[in-house]
Structure formats: C-alpha cells, structure tokens
C-alpha cells in the first residue's frame, strides 16, 4: 500500500496526484494541513526533514521531491509512460516541465509568500503581482514553444498527457487563484481544457481532495 502525504492546495502534491491516478495507482491520502503548521510536528519530519510535501511512502520507504517522486513512478510503473521514448522527445518534455517546476513553482511556493508577507510587509495585492510576474514570464516562453510545435496534438507533447501537462495544470491552477488573466495563453488554455476532460486530471484538482476547505 502506498500513501501520499499531501495538502490540497500544494502545486507539487497536486502533480503527484495526476501521475497516480494516470497510472490507476491507488494510494491512502495523509492530509498535511500547511495552514496549522502540520508539516513542522516531529512527527512529520521524522519522514520528511525539510517539512514539505509530498511524501509518498511506499512501505518503509519515504519518497520526497514531487520530481523523483514522479520519475520513481514512471519507472516503477511504466504504463501509460509519461515520458516519450526518443530521447530528444524526452528532453523537450523535461524541459517544458522544468520551466514551470525550476523557474516558476520555487518562486511562487507558500513559503516564499509568507516572507515577503513577513519581512518585506507584501500585501496581498504586491504578493499576487510578483506570482502574476513569475508566471507570465513562463507562459509566454511556454506559450511560444507550444505554438511552434506543429506535431503535438491536445497536450503538451503528443497526443497523450505527459510529465509536461502533469506539471503544467496544477501551476495553471495555481496562476488562477493568483487572479491572473490567462487569456493570453490560447494554447496552454487548451491543454488546460483537453487535460480537465480526462477523469485522472479532474479528480486531482484542489477542491476534490478531502481536506480541501
């Protein structure tokens, strides 16, 4: 039995939860609520010491770091793939999700909110403009990539989800609580939209997880 410590609103457990359900794995659901501190308890950081989630335990085993945890998952269970097979292919989809989970995520993340909030007296205006800025700056590079790539069909890369559409919709997610306009991004829209019609996406949305409030 696997189990995924997880908080509803995080972008990174948001994506290990796709993966899952892509892949029809069934996994028990730990709520962390980041909100009351739940992941600073000992007892948390006795799985995971930098406090964060996801952790997918998989018997004694403690996986951190929503990537590894998700290359752990397309290795262990191959099908449907989440990566293509040829190599530049892969290289391009890793690249389109490190632009949302190296360039984008790490800046928007709870953590860094709370200390502009804390230490540069951010309010909530200023804190949604700089996770609007770090977003637009990705969706537009994002956005162009997409549109020069007259092969793929509904998703990213191809005609199926992949890594890239796994990292994408949660951070669109995310881009949508932040209030951003998301008008200007057609192509990744439409991803978005191919991608909530497909019931492993949908039922890993935010406000489908049980400690959603």
């Known amino acids: 039995m696997l189990a995924l410590h997880s908080f509803f609103r995080s972008g990174t457990s948001h994506r ?27 007892a948390f950081k006795a799985i995971n010491p930098q406090a964060l989630v996801p952790v997918l335990t998989v018997g004694s085993e403690h996986l951190i770091q929503s990537p590894a945890i998700l290359e ?31 360039d984008v995520h790490p800046l ?8 502009l909030r804390s230490q540069f007296g951010a309010d909530e205006a200023a804190v949604n403009t700089w996770c609007a800025t770090w977003i637009g700056t990705a969706f537009d590079a994002l956005e162009v ?8 069909g509904d998703f990213c890369h191809g005609g199926q989800p992949s890594m890239a559409d796994v990292y994408l919709v949660p951070q669109i997610e995310s881009a949508r ?20 019609a497909i019931p492993a996406f949908a039922n890993a949305a935010p406000s489908r997880q049980p400690d959603a409030a």
């Open 16 to 42: 290990v939860r796709i993966a899952l359900n892509l892949k029809g794995i069934s996994a028990e659901y730990h709520p962390v609520d980041l909100r009351t501190d739940a992941h600073l308890a000992a």
């Open 72 to 102: 752990w998952l397309d290795e262990t269970y191959p099908e449907p793939p989440l990566l293509p097979k040829d190599s530049f292919a892969r290289a391009r989809v890793r690249a389109l999700a490190a632009m949302v989970g190296c």
């Open 108 to 115: 928007n993340n709870r953590r860094i909110l709370m200390y």
């Open 145 to 152: 990539m997409l549109a020069a790539d007259k092969t793929r």
């Open 177 to 196: 609580r932040f209030g951003v306009d998301l008008a200007a991004w057609p192509h990744i829209m439409a991803i978005d939209v191919a991608c909530q």
